[in-house]
């Protein structure tokens, strides 16, 4: 899984509003799908997606192609926010290293053309392992059934309630 890098990323997933929550982490989302080649803001995203790949997208005529684009937006980029409400440095980076890999473990329950922003709340730096690893299953899966809901329709904001909401735990 890559990683979101530029601060532009971030705001235009953040900017989406799509987000599934859980009792210590929320998942800010943002999915592309073949029609993103028709947008320009969505056409800059899939360039900065492929740069982050250390990939060129240019056509010959210095425009950027549709099959390129697509070509290029063949995988998912992971981007973590731990406030310093979370605790010291120390604490923030235990979390982050604990994020990176259950993303890692999970990240094929995602759609494969995807943004994600895992932020952690306060809480995340006291939860045991096995609690977390639970609920980052729980998120992808509902990202991506979301996405699959949805279908081509990303902006459309009614979807179902987190997982947390959910009455009986996880299914």
Known sequence: MNRLQSHRDFVRVLKRRRKVTQKDIVVHFLVYDD???THADDRHTAAAHA???GE????????VSADALRQKMSGR???LAVS?????AVTRNHVKRRFRVLARTYENNLPRHCDIVMRAKPSAARA???SLDA???DLFAEVSLKATRNGKSWSNRDGLKSS???QGGRS
């Open 35 to 37: 029609s993103c080649c």
């Open 51 to 53: 740069e982050s790949n």
């Open 56 to 63: 060129a997208m240019e056509a010959t005529d210095g425009s």
């Open 77 to 79: 980029r992971l981007g």
């Open 84 to 88: 310093k409400n979370v605790g010291n």
């Open 128 to 130: 045991d392992f096995s």
């Open 135 to 137: 609920q980052v299953d």
């Open 164 to 166: 947390a909401n959910r």
